[in-house]
């Protein structure tokens, strides 16, 4: 059982376009929800958190349904530097545990080209 | 610099060889992690210790020997790895277990 599932790509788009990734996550006790983003050969950099509510940092909304255990990230008029592996990342409880841990999605990547 | 510091940033080792990997913050967090991170694979946590204890040990194999003494010092002891372990090792602090997290640039690791 994989806890945290992404499409890994890659996912190839022009300057300008609009690009939307999604993550599916097992566990509906899971408490809170980020999106981080993996340069090549760098360390994961955390993008923005998710909200219920849905949340917006300029060009980029992520949004998360917990009925249907579903984040998304949204790109709007994407950049060159936009070009990296997105990780879609879960907080839940550990196993056995009464702290919680993050589960990573293995990374979407997404290249934009000019 | 993120404000995790890891060294070296990369490592080349036979099998029959014992290294250590060093992490350190100075961030005034208290978790500390170890992640593996292989090609096409997400990222695997190995280790957590929170307020110096360890907390978690997600089944990694006795080759890998963690030291945490104190809240910003984090080892990885590395005695008779297998091909398969080389990777990227990312080490990542957080003000409490599961909160936000600060990654390192990771040691990049050649096992032959």
């Known amino acids: 059982r994989k806890e945290v599932e992404q499409d890994p790509g890659p996912f190839n788009v022009p300057e300008g376009a609009t690009v939307a990734f999604n993550c599916t996550y097992s566990?509906?006790?899971?408490?809170?929800f980020f999106w981080y983003r993996q340069d090549c050969r760098k360390e994961p950099k955390l993008l923005m958190s998710?909200?219920?509510s849905g949340n917006e940092d300029g060009r980029f909304t992520a949004q998360l349904n917990r009925a249907s255990q579903y984040i998304s990230l949204l790109i709007r008029d994407s950049k060159l530097s936009d070009s990296a592996t997105y990780l879609c990342?879960?907080?839940?409880?550990?196993?056995?545990?009464?702290?919680?841990?993050?589960?990573f999605g293995r990374g979407t990547q997404l290249t934009v080209w000019p | 610099e993120t404000g995790v510091t890891q060294t070296p940033r990369h490592l080349v080792m036979g099998m029959t060889n014992k290294k250590s990997l060093k992490c350190e913050q100075h961030?005034?967090?208290?978790?500390m992690y170890w992640y593996k991170q292989s090609a096409k694979k997400p990222l695997e946590l190995m280790f957590v210790?929170?307020?110096?204890?360890?907390?978690e040990n997600n089944s990694v194999p006795s080759r890998f020997s963690p030291e945490c003494p104190n809240s910003s010092h984090l080892f990885l002891h590395l005695h008779t790895l297998q091909p398969e372990d080389s990777a990227l090792y990312l080490c990542?602090?957080?003000?409490?277990?599961?909160?936000?997290?600060?990654f390192g640039s990771g040691t990049r690791l050649t096992v032959v």
């Open positions: 990342v879960v907080n839940e409880r550990g196993r056995g545990s009464t702290l919680g841990r993050l589960y």
């Open positions: 998710v909200y219920s």
């Open positions: 566990n509906s006790a899971s408490q809170s």
């Open positions: 210790y929170n307020f110096k204890e360890q907390t």
């Open positions: 961030l005034g967090h208290n978790a």
């Open positions: 990542a602090s957080s003000p409490r277990q599961g909160g936000g997290y600060t």
